[in-house]
């Protein structure tokens, strides 16, 4: 049977009765889950951040708060109202401009240890966590694979404007790479599609965020692509998952069906992050909720494949890529 089509949220009190019941499934404090109904209904401008491409210091003049203790040193917490992206070097590719929850869910990363070599990002476009992962990392490789083609050229366009090295753009089902790459990358990138209930708190709209069946949708194929994924990374690899929504369905209980679906398979501590460690989980995930003041949202979590790492594999070339960076 379909799955009936998702009814339209709109935004403001017509979404109270559905954030009251999200709160209850997510906060057991009356206080808590009404600062974060709150918070997501006052719909405030949310804060930027920057990743620092070049050491200009025109960026260093840029009005900016405090780094964080976890923060890291390439990246700037813009204060909110500053359209950093209007500035000129954002054109000549000083910086890369983002919501600062997709600081926050990207910084997970930084656990790993060491620097991984050759990087797919399942999920890319428009590139932003593919960017902070060359910029963390400096891989010798960076596949960065979106499967609707209609949103590739932002991709390139930002990956070009920022210079990436070794940066590579592919448009296909994460089962191709499955296929084509098992095993052949030491860290896997997927930002997952999701019902995104973080938005609301942007003042966007997200028709369906509730809708019961379009989270069975969404689960679907977030497990879908995270195996694929785990089969596409090596031994002793990780697997980054993120997503920008609030519910439980959508990401501690996708890990914990990957932790069970694959055998060995492990979250991994980010011990920086801490103190946005997930209450809702017995295994290390990682949120950010809108009355924390930081941003939107987000969910994160770094999973280990089991064993030693190896030598990884030589790519083939019947990889569908079609287009690589100059560097």
Not at 69 to 98: C, D, E, N, T
Not at 141 to 160: D, H, K, P, Y
Not at 167 to 186: E, G, P
Request: charged share 25%; with cysteine.
């Amino acid at each position: 049977m379909k799955p009936r089509p998702p009814r339209r949220v709109s935004r403001g009190q017509g979404t109270r009765r559905e954030l009251n019941q999200l709160a209850e499934n997510l906060f057991e404090d009356e206080a808590t889950r009404q600062a974060f109904v709150d918070a997501i209904q006052a719909q405030e401008s949310r804060e930027g951040a920057l990743i620092l491409l070049q050491d200009r210091p025109e960026i260093r003049a840029f009005p900016q708060y405090r780094p964080m203790s976890w923060q890291p040193p390439f990246i700037v917490r813009l204060m909110q109202g500053f359209k950093a992206s209007q500035h000129p070097l954002y054109a000549q590719g000083a910086f890369y401009s983002l919501d600062f929850s997709s600081v926050i869910a990207a910084s997970v990363m930084l656990a790993i240890e060491p620097a991984p070599k050759r990087i797919l990002d399942l999920c890319a476009s428009p590139g932003g966590k593919s960017v902070f992962a060359a910029r963390a990392f400096a891989p010798d490789v960076i596949i960065c694979n979106e499967s609707l083609r209609r949103r590739t050229g932002i991709l390139i366009e930002n990956l070009t404007r920022c210079r990436v090295k070794g940066a590579n753009v592919s448009s296909a089902d994460a089962s191709v790479w499955a296929r084509k790459a098992s095993q052949a990358f030491d860290f896997v990138i997927v930002d997952a599609p999701c019902s995104g209930q973080s938005l609301l708190a942007k003042g966007r709209e997200a028709p369906g965020c509730f809708d019961p069946a379009m989270l069975d949708v969404c689960v679907g194929r977030q497990r879908r692509i995270l195996a694929h994924a785990l089969e596409c990374t090596a031994p002793g690899g990780h697997v980054l998952y993120m997503t920008c929504t609030f519910n439980r369905k959508e990401n501690e209980r996708v890990i914990e069906w990957a932790m069970r679906q694959f055998e060995g398979v492990e979250a991994v501590e980010a011990p920086a992050m801490a103190v946005f460690r997930s209450h809702l989980a017995d295994v290390p995930c990682y949120r950010l909720f809108p009355q924390q003041g930081l941003g939107a949202g987000m969910f994160s979590a770094l999973l280990r494949k089991p064993g030693s790492p190896i030598e990884l594999p030589a790519l083939s070339d019947e990889l569908p890529i079609f287009w690589r960076s100059d560097g």
